[in-house]
């Protein structure tokens, strides 16, 4: 047996399926619905008016719209990962088994205890935070602020990752139509008709608008455009997409809903559209405005569009008995269907002095009462709709008499809706015959040519009078902002326009009141157009009575800027699939594998995962640490340095270009010696380091830090291709061409001895600093007798696809070596063991090498480098710059990162002077102390003295000013 | 998303393919330049309510740099040409001038 619940209409409902039940869950509550249904009519159909509670005054909100502008009935839709906050009941689909719950109340909808509220509105005025919660002034972060934010914000953010797919799509179109009714279907039509490739996006799952539901005829001709379109090569059709953002050369962004109802299918919940139009055509309607009367804002009050929409499309009644409030011809449609569908419409209020037309003329011969040039005063109810008070309009709200009902379809007019065109700089027109602001075709948003790359038609042209070819005569509408016109204070501050933010009529006027003339100011302080609605349904009217209260013409006041997207996108849309290991792609060095085998935990060094450590069965990272350095320091460890960047530079003004790159003297470099080389910007800082070997006579590679390869790269190309053109150099980067293992630790010559190789690695043969080419184990190889840990040790570059073969062939000759794997952060200690800086540590943008003690390595005889003018600037030459040096902690623990020392000085702030900070600091398992570096005022002349560094707890840890040198400060090993 | 076509290799290149350089033309001063004349150079750019011509570096193309002269207000761009250069060629400077009479390329980004 059927059951109808009470407010299904016994007939209509062009797309519901009365056949197809849907059961649903609302605030845990089992209804049903049927195929077809939005979720607000299926509400509606169960009797459910109220939907939620408004976000300031908590008080009881229904839908007042059908579609996309709907500010009031937002629910949270899903459970677990699925859960989604916020969303419009009037443009969900209801599915089968959907659980729903309502927000911003508590502990229910019907009994809310932030309603108290709303009893003191008259204390909550606009800017009521700005001008409570100043003073006393920490009272905002320990108490104001810690309850305000918990009462803010609609809906709940879900806390587990979402399950489902989203894709990305790019796309193609010599135009792109955006809104499937009638003035779209037909511009579609007629762009297709000259050649070229034309899409059409409609937002809603239904092609037509409003023009099916307005028009006799209106669904033959929306087929008929249809079919011709649908026989046309080159034009797509897309349902369920909804254009968001228009950018720049015709840069459209639409959201397309694949399986948003049935997300289990296996295939993208959403697709993230990405087009390139050569032209947008933008026929996307106008929406209608609500009026402003008092208390316009209880359940069962709603457009007359909507209202019309639940009954002819959902065979819904909102109520049964109904009065329309008007300005316009076309609400008296919502009279005709509404009494087609067997309801009973009490009255049609209308402002006007006079309503003749046509459409009046059938609601009059229907023996519906007319009352011209009357208003509502109030309306009477809470949770519903019980009554309205009649009043003229041309007056201050005297009430003539009184009108049972529950539920009013109320319209101020139409506004097109002019976002996409708005987006990237279209600029819009007051016309004052119609009361709206509509695209100006004479400053459409510009393509790359020049020309204009939007254009309006239909509605959203401001043309509502006529639906395509179908006529619309109507008679004229009369713009009423307030109703009645001199509505006192009392009535007023109970007239919402901001029905989600609860901002009222007296809410703008005071805000004029106290200054703020902009609209866009106004609409900060007031909020109005800042709910999740973006002003959709109510910125014209907000802007109106702005304009009413700063005294000026609507135009003068403007609009707020329209900004993308014109409904919200899910971050999960816009992340698509790049998210999880598709979130950005992974380099893997030839030895990734071979680490990941040993359980190397990982460090991410730009796009690389590189490994920190090697823990080996129940050790943790620090104690792997530990080990793996005194593994270097006694035997011999390899390092994968495979990641380090390589930069060949190559040509016969390739010194030339070197001597500018570095500080260094690098043309006078000899073939077969590296020299380590510091790299400024122009600014003079240092940017980054790495060591330079000579190849050939016109031949340089540079190694950068591994974070640095692509940026150095670019930097060396912007000079060449840029500044130095006419100089005869190439760069290439060679980074993933090679992979390179460091070698270290005393025993590293032996190690490498036996791996019968063709280079003499003796040190007279290959001394530090120098390097050889040969092969190594019959492999070619490059063999750099450099060293970042302060040890023996050889760096050894060999073709990418064989570095594994290498790594291994060294692991099985050293395994009686002891010999073992070591990650960056051993690295890192054994470089601050040894005072070698770090790009990244010691620099931060702001350092140059003068500041480090480098000035060994900036050459005194270039007449140019770049940054060298830079680094002559006052500041730079300022004696009193921070400066490297050692710090040794008094008390034996290691100093935290980062901590700065303070002098017993105050500044104007009451802080203390701060004379330097802690830039590296590590417990050393050599040294078997901490050892730190930092950079200290005047630090190198103030060898032993001690520095005061306050902690976070108030303690003080002390540290005394060393060489930052640790370890083997002779060079010995290093050299040997 | 602009779209820029590289003099290079010729691709019509979307903005994700291309690196921002900033103000074209800049003349480098070195170790000789005076304080003020440094300073102008490394800090005081241009940056106009109009026609400006900036560099572009096809990063995810061909990796060379390019100079588009292009309305900062209007999007429209008037064309691109290979960086090797210190001044816009004719043929650029021209169809500036088709769309902006007055506009001078020493007095580019003159602020209004």
Redesign the interface.
């Known amino acids: 047996m059927t059951h109808v619940p009470p407010f299904r209409l016994p007939r209509g409902g062009r797309l519901i399926d009365r056949s197809d039940q849907l059961g649903f869950r609302f605030d845990g509550r089992h209804l049903r619905g049927l195929r077809g249904d939005t979720l607000a009519s299926a509400l509606l159909a169960n009797g459910q008016m109220m939907m939620g509670r408004s976000f300031k005054y908590h008080r009881p909100r229904g839908p007042v719209a059908s579609g996309a502008e709907e500010p009031n009935a937002l629910l949270g839709l899903g459970q677990g990962g699925r859960f989604e906050p916020n969303q419009r009941a009037t443009t969900t689909a209801l599915v089968p088994g959907m659980v729903t719950r309502s927000q911003n109340c508590w502990p229910s909808l019907d009994a809310d205890i932030g309603a108290v509220n709303d009893w003191l509105s008259p204390l909550l005025p606009a800017g009521f935070y700005y001008k409570t919660f100043i003073h006393p002034r920490p009272f905002w972060k320990h108490v104001f602020e810690p309850v305000i934010r918990r009462s803010a914000g609609l809906g709940k953010a879900p806390t587990d990752p979402d399950p489902d797919l989203y894709e990305q799509a790019y796309g193609f179109a010599d135009v792109v139509v955006v809104g499937g009714g009638i003035a779209g279907l037909q511009a579609a039509r007629d762009a297709a008709a000259g050649g070229g490739s034309v899409t059409v996006l409609e937002q809603s799952p239904h092609w037509g608008g409003r023009t099916p539901i307005d028009h006799a005829g209106g669904q033959d001709a929306i087929d008929a455009l249809l079919t011709d379109l649908r026989a046309m090569p080159g034009v797509t059709l897309r349902r369920n997409c909804m254009a968001t953002g228009l950018y720049d050369h015709g840069y459209l962004i639409a959201r397309e809903a694949l399986a948003d109802h049935d997300p289990n299918q296996g295939i993208p919940r959403q697709r993230l559209w990405r087009i390139r139009a050569g032209r947008v055509i933008t026929a996307t309607g106008a929406l209608e405005r609500p009026l402003s009367f008092a208390c316009n804002d209880v359940p069962g009050v709603m457009l007359a569009s909507a209202m019309r929409d639940f009954i002819d499309l959902h065979g819904v009644a909102p109520g049964q008995r109904i009065v329309v409030v008007t300005n316009n011809d076309d609400a008296y449609r919502t009279a005709l269907i509404a009494a087609d569908a067997g309801l009973d419409v009490a009255a049609i209020v209308d402002a006007r002095p006079q309503a003749t037309g046509d459409l009046p003329q059938a609601v009059r011969d229907r023996g519906i009462e007319v009352l011209t040039g009357s208003a509502i005063a109030k309306v009477k109810g809470r949770r519903h709709v019980e009554a309205v008070a009649i009043c003229d309009q041309d007056g201050e709200g005297k009430i003539t008499r009184t009108v049972e009902c529950d539920a009013v379809a109320m319209s101020g007019g139409w506004s097109p809706v002019v976002h996409l065109y708005s987006h990237c700089g279209g600029k819009l027109t007051w016309d004052d015959a119609q009361a709206l602001f509509r695209p100006d075709p004479d400053r459409p948003p510009l393509g790359a040519d020049g020309q204009g790359i939007a254009q309006a038609v239909g509605a959203a042209n401001g043309d509502l009078c006529c639906a395509g070819d179908l006529e619309r005569p109507e008679g004229a509408t009369m713009p009423v902002w307030v109703m009645p016109a001199r509505a006192p204070h009392k009535l007023r501050a109970k007239m919402w326009l901001d029905y989600q933010n609860d901002v009222k009529v007296t809410d703008v006027e005071l805000a004029a009141r106290e200054g703020y003339a902009s609209v866009e100011h106004t609409k900060r302080y007031t909020t109005l157009g800042m709910a999740t609605d973006q002003g959709k349904l109510s910125n014209i009217n907000g802007l109106a009575v702005l304009s009413g209260a700063l005294d000026q013409p609507i135009p003068a006041t403007g609009t707020t800027t329209f900004r993308p997207p014109y409904t919200p996108l899910t971050l999960a849309t816009i992340a698509a699939d790049a998210r999880g290991e598709a979130f950005q792609p992974l380099r893997k060095t030839p030895m990734h594998g071979w680490h990941e085998a040993k359980g190397a935990s990982w460090e991410p060094v730009g796009h690389w995962r590189r490994p920190y450590a090697y823990p080996q069965g129940a050790e943790d990272r620090e104690a792997a640490v530990a080990r793996e350095i005194l593994a270097v320091r006694k035997g011999v460890g390899t390092l994968d340095a495979s990641t380090l960047g390589k930069i060949v530079v190559k040509g016969p003004d390739a010194g030339r270009f070197m001597d500018m790159m570095y500080t260094n003297m690098m043309s006078t470099l000899k073939v077969g010696r590296c020299r380590y080389g510091l790299m400024c910007n122009e600014n003079g800082f240092l940017m980054d380091d790495g060591v330079v070997a000579r190849l050939s006579d016109d031949t340089w590679l540079c190694h950068t830090t591994t974070g640095g390869a692509d940026r150095i790269h670019a930097h060396m190309e912007d000079w060449l291709q840029c500044e130095w053109w006419d100089w005869k150099v190439f760069t290439a980067n060679l980074t993933e061409q090679y992979a390179q293992i460091a070698v270290a630790g005393p025993q590293a010559r032996t190690l490498l001895e036996r791996l019968n190789g063709s280079i003499d690695l003796s040190a007279d043969a290959l001394p530090f600093m120098a390097w050889a080419e040969g092969d190594l184990a019959g492999i070619p190889a490059r063999i750099f007798r450099i060293s970042f840990s302060g040890e023996l040790s050889f760096e050894i570059a060999v073709p990418a696809a064989r570095g594994l073969e290498l790594w291994e062939k060294l692991h099985d000759a050293g395994a009686d070596l002891g010999i073992t794997p070591y990650g960056t952060e051993a690295m890192h200690v054994m470089r601050a063991e040894k005072g070698f800086i770090m790009i990244g540590d010691e620099t931060d943008g702001t350092i140059i090498p003068q500041d480090l003690g480098l000035d060994w390595a900036i050459s005194k005889k270039k007449a140019d480098y770049i940054g060298k003018r830079a680094q002559r600037r006052l500041h730079m030459v300022d004696g009193t710059r921070w400066k490297l040096v050692g710090l040794q902690s008094l008390d034996g623990q290691v100093l935290p990162d980062g901590a700065y020392a303070a002098t017993d000085q105050v500044n104007a702030n009451g802080q203390r002077v701060t004379e330097g900070r802690v830039t590296s600091s590590y417990r050393s398992p050599t040294l078997d102390r901490p050892v730190a570096m930092g950079l200290v005022r005047h630090g190198p002349a103030r060898m032993g003295q001690v520095l005061e560094f306050p902690m976070p707890s108030g303690a003080v840890m002390k540290a005394r000013i060393v060489d930052p040198v640790f370890y083997d400060k002779e060079g010995s090993r290093l050299n040997g | 998303?602009?779209?820029l076509t590289c003099p290079h290799c010729g691709i019509q290149a979307e903005?994700t393919e291309l690196?921002n350089?900033g103000e074209a033309h800049l003349k480098?001063?070195?170790?000789d330049?005076s304080?003020e004349e440094?300073e102008g150079y490394?800090f005081a750019r241009r940056n106009p309510r109009g026609v400006h011509l900036e560099?572009w570096?096809h990063?995810y193309g061909c990796?060379?740099?390019f100079i588009a002269a292009r309305c900062t207000?209007?999007?429209?761009?008037f064309g691109t040409y290979a960086?090797?250069t210190t001044t816009p060629p004719d043929h650029i400077v021209q169809a500036v001038r088709a769309?902006r009479p007055d506009w001078n390329p020493t007095e580019e980004g003159a602020s209004e």
């Open positions: 998303m602009l779209i903005e690196h350089g480098r001063v070195g170790p330049g304080d440094f490394m560099r570096r990063a990796g060379k740099w207000v209007t999007l429209q761009v960086a090797q769309a």
